[in-house]
């Protein structure tokens, strides 16, 4: 294997694929990237698998010989990263498994292990490809990725699950405390896609990072089985197990009617819960709205015993009786943040009821919070 690419297109590509390396491999070859260089293409292809998710990404270079071969993702991307951004001559040894790395600067070998033993990416069944345009992927991505539950042992919630309808794509993630769904309309001119499944979260944070960088006006193609998808980006891949189990219904969750209604500047109210945040980070996170409908303002506050209390107050558009109600002000920063209007406007029933924020603009958005029971 002979080929010579530019520092910065390697090292690039080495941390798109390396985010598919298990730190902790079950076998010595899984903590390794898989190198391909084909003469024919004047391609490089590499592969980080972790037996779950699989990262291909393939670049231009110039192949003077082909071959395959696996090296140590982490040596060989450490060595990359620090080398001057020039061209990299990566060329085999006789052993045909130890690498050499020349640059302007100097020399390096790195060992590396045969490709025999690297397990193939799983193959998707062959079906018609469903497109999605880039952008219907980011909104929807953008909009329920931080509600997935981080706790393993609740598995379907550590996913977003993917429904669509005759003319819209829904993304949907909860972690039992809170919900966020998200309606994207696909313009992409594909036929509308047939999906109702889960996806791990870890997989889809790179894919939303992939399609950050995309930067054709293709739209992405997707395949899946029973047990597997595969995101198609052209030159980048990336493919995962699906999550097993039944996904809640969600969509009964969601209240009908509200008898309070509230419409504040998205910006103003989380510059102040990020203030009161910090007297309420010395105890459990929990800060308490209270709606005032008579002067049309709302207050936030947070009481830490020993430590201190704060208290904002800001105008708003309030229809309903007065309230308090309460929320881990994390869960209510996390939503904010995932909006991209100026004002945003939160429903709810009662103190203990859940209560829904909602986007005044283009994007539908919705974001189910569950409130704290406030102690007296």
């Known amino acids: ?221 997707l395949r899946l089985d029973e047990t597997q998808v595969l995101f198609d980006l052209g030159a980048q891949k990336l493919t995962t197990r699906l999550l097993e189990g039944q996904y809640p219904n969600y969509r009964q969750l969601l209240p009908k009617q509200f008898a309070r209604q509230v419409t504040i500047d998205r910006r103003g109210l989380m510059a102040s819960l990020e203030r009161v945040a910090v007297l309420a980070s010395q105890k459990n996170d929990i800060i308490k709205i209270t709606l005032n409908s008579t002067d049309q303002q709302v207050s936030l506050s947070a009481e830490a015993q020993e430590v201190g209390s704060g208290r904002e107050t800001l105008p708003a558009q309030i229809s309903g009786d007065d309230l308090d109600i309460a929320f881990n002000v994390r869960y209510l920063l996390d939503g904010l943040k995932a909006f991209d209007t100026t004002e945003v406007q939160m429903q709810c029933n009662a103190a203990t009821s859940p209560a829904i924020f909602i986007p005044l603009g283009e994007t539908k958005i919705t974001y189910l919070v569950m409130p704290v029971q406030i102690r007296s």
Not at 63 to 84: F, N
Not at 101 to 107: A, F, H, I, M
């Open 1 to 221: 294997m002979k080929f010579v690419c530019p520092q910065s297109e390697l090292n690039s590509q080495l941390a798109s694929v390396s985010r598919a390396v298990p730190s902790r491999p079950s076998r010595p070859v899984l903590g390794n990237i898989l190198v391909n260089a084909d003469v024919e293409t004047q391609t490089v292809t590499l592969i980080g698998f972790d037996e779950v998710l699989g990262i291909e990404s393939r670049f231009a270079a110039q192949v003077d010989e082909s071959g395959t071969l696996t090296l140590p993702a982490k040596l060989w991307s450490d060595i990359v990263s620090r080398l001057a951004n020039d061209d990299i001559a990566i060329e085999t040894e006789d052993d045909s498994t130890t690498v050499t790395l020349t640059c302007p600067s100097g020399r390096y070998e790195v060992r590396g292990l045969g490709a025999e033993d690297y397990p193939s990416l799983p193959t998707v069944a062959e079906g018609d490809a469903i497109t999605l345009s880039a952008e219907a992927l980011i909104s929807g991505l953008k909009g329920a990725l931080f509600a997935t539950s981080a706790d393993e042992t609740k598995q379907v919630l550590t996913g977003v699950h993917l429904l669509s309808d005759a003319d819209a794509l829904e993304f949907a993630a909860t972690d039992g405390h809170r919900l966020a769904v998200v309606q994207t309309v696909d313009e992409s001119g594909g036929e509308p896609p047939t999906m109702d499944v889960t996806v791990p979260a870890k997989a889809l944070r790179e894919l939303d990072r992939m399609i950050q960088g995309y930067t054709s006006n293709q739209p992405v193609s």
